[in-house]
Nanobody
Framework: VQLQASGGGLVQPGASLRLSCAGSGRTLSGSTMSWFRQAPGKEREFVAGRRWSGGLISHAESLKGRFTISRDNAKNTLYLQMNSLKPEDTAVYYC????????????????????WGQGTKVTVSS
């Protein structure tokens, strides 16, 4: 399985970005995919995740209303729409895949995931 994340960049506060994570090498049906991020000097944290086939979608409480996870089944691609970006959103964003259909309590745990993308850097600065 390969995960290729893209879409990061340098933007001003208040701007929007959409990150993409293209999966290849296996069917994504039955899997769970999520976004995590790691800010400079901080631990990696959960951003949003979903079962690929539906039924469970979750966003970090602090990001609800600004960030939205979605997927395009035909393209085997996971997305993260980020609106009203703030300087504190500056981080490297990683997509991750679990081969299992995770439950909510496992969704936010890094050890639940079998594969990780290389990360895409988002910098929010004026």
């Amino acid at each position: 399985v390969q995960l290729q994340a893209s879409g990061g960049g340098l933007v001003q506060p208040g701007a929007s970005l959409r990150l993409s994570c293209a999966g290849s090498g296996r069917t994504l049906s039955g899997s769970t995919m999520s976004w995590f991020r790691q800010a400079p000097g901080k631990e990696r944290e959960f951003v949003a995740g979903r079962r690929w086939s539906g039924g469970l979608i979750s966003h970090a409480e602090s990001l609800k209303g600004r960030f939205t996870i979605s997927r395009d089944n035909a393209k085997n691609t996971l997305y993260l729409q980020m609106n009203s970006l703030k300087p504190e959103d500056t981080a490297v964003y990683y997509c991750a895949l679990s081969q299992r259909s995770l439950i909510l309590s496992s969704l936010k745990e890094e050890l639940s995931y079998h594969y990780w993308g290389q990360g895409t850097k988002v910098t929010v600065s004026s």
